[in-house]
């Protein structure tokens, strides 16, 4: 709900003197203004006597229950073509995080720990 579950900000919140790099994945995929929104809000539990380095978002799976719901949104009949669109978008959804979004967090770790280690 634009922000991260309740487990990730209590392990946050109990930070303290640590330098902090973000990863994770949403249900939305491949749109940096939506994903900047998303960190500004994670940051936010972070205490700060850390020190936030960066953060890196891709797409993830969606829970199941989305797809059921567009599902159902489409037996009535209505905006058809936009619900299928979000089911297109759903079952893409599946396939990540794939072997490009592993790469980009590997390279994302990488530029962290150059920073951390200058
Ligand atoms: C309760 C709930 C709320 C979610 N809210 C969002 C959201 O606001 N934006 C988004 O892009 N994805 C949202 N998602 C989708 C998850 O972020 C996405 O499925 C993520 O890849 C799940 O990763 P995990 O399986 O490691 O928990 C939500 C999922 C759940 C269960």
Known sequence: RG?????????????????????GTCGMGNDPAY????????????????????????????????RRRYEEMAKSGQNTEQIQAMIRNFDRAMLHPDRADEAAAADFAVQVWKRIGS
């Open 35 to 66: 994903y900047q929104k998303v960190i500004d809000r994670v940051k936010t539990w972070i205490p700060e006597d850390n020190e936030y380095m960066d953060a890196f978002l891709c797409q993830g799976k969606m829970p199941i229950q989305v």
């Open 3 to 23: 922000d991260c579950d309740e487990k990730t900000a209590e392990l946050l919140s109990g930070l303290h003197g640590k330098k902090i790099a973000l990863f």
